[in-house]
């Protein structure tokens, strides 16, 4: 790319410049997000979804799941047996509880 002397050009210049600018900035930018909207399309057709499914697949909440396990000594507290293990089962666990009598019947 060739050096630009901005010291040469007036103020007038230099803004018209700016403005000139700011209009490619913005039309590049619009062609590039509809070449990636393109893409995506092209992506989601290729599962055999639109690009809204694929939206509305993509942002559905995810359910916690069930809880399986409960602590005996307070039964508010409750684990789905995925994620880090909370500090109650750990606590049992060490005090030679097994995981199996931790289970919600």
């Known amino acids: 790319?060739?050096?630009?002397?901005?010291?040469?050009?007036s103020m007038s210049e230099l803004q018209a410049l700016a403005r000139d600018i700011e209009v490619e900035l913005k039309r590049r930018y619009d062609e590039e997000r509809k070449r990636i909207l393109v893409q995506m399309k092209d992506l989601a057709a290729s599962v055999d979804m639109?690009?809204?499914d694929f939206i509305a697949y993509?942002?559905?909440k995810k359910t916690k799941g069930e809880p399986k396990y409960q602590n005996p000594a307070n039964p508010r507290q409750t684990w789905t047996g995925r994620g880090k293990r909370p500090s109650w089962i750990k606590t049992v666990l060490e005090q030679g509880g097994a995981l199996e009598d931790m289970l919600i019947e």
Not at 1 to 9: K, P
């Open 1 to 9: 790319m060739s050096e630009i002397n901005l010291y040469s050009y």
């Open 50 to 52: 639109t690009l809204d």
């Open 58 to 60: 993509s942002s559905s």
